[in-house]
């Protein structure tokens, strides 16, 4: 099997290595977990050992940051549709920055970068899944989609106007 990075050039082991070791550590103990690999990286002749921290307090650090941005992906938020509440994350990353949801939907710029990731993200997840067959379905309406017709379609009537997507109402309570 032929193994490449989805974005190279981010880890100093070549992908080929990485994934027959992925594959060998799978086939050691008979699955596949970030402990596992993290045990099995742990020697210095070990392939994957360039990939991880081992200064303990880089490591610390970097696990606080990883918490920290897991905390900003599980606050949640109730927005009120046509259909009723319903929960969305409370806080967004647009270019490489966590924001409010209230304070993204308020600007017309933020909420077009926000929606342009959506679409980005729905197009990555046609491809990740495009070998299930009860999905097509979906992917045929994620192909109809483009961009300009998703910003259009936030029909928004005025700058601070907190609607979203397609004119359905949505808004985020204060």
């Known amino acids: 099997m032929v193994f490449q990075y989805k974005f190279p050039g981010l880890y100093p082991v070549d992908a080929q290595t990485a994934g027959e070791e992925l594959e060998r550590i799978f086939n050691t103990p008979g699955k ?60 967004v990353n647009v270019q490489q920055t966590y924001t409010p949801i209230h304070v993204v939907l308020e600007s017309r710029e933020q909420t077009d970068i926000l929606l342009e990731t959506a679409l980005k993200e729905l197009k990555a997840f046609q491809k990740k899944y495009a070998t299930l067959s009860a999905l097509q379905g979906v992917f045929a309406a994620i192909d ?6 998703v910003k259009h379609g936030t029909d928004r009537k005025s700058h601070g106007d907190r609607r979203l997507l397609r004119g359905q109402g949505a808004s985020v309570r204060p």
């Open 32 to 91: 596949l977990d970030p402990a596992n690999i993290v045990n099995e990286s742990r020697d210095e002749s070990a392939p994957l050992h360039p990939i991880f921290e081992w200064d303990d307090t880089k490591a610390a650090e970097k696990y606080r940051e990883t918490q920290a941005e897991t905390l900003m992906r599980s606050v949640v938020t109730i927005v009120d549709t046509p259909h009723g509440p319903q929960e969305v994350r409370a806080v």
């Open 144 to 149: 109809q989609l483009t961009i300009e017709e």
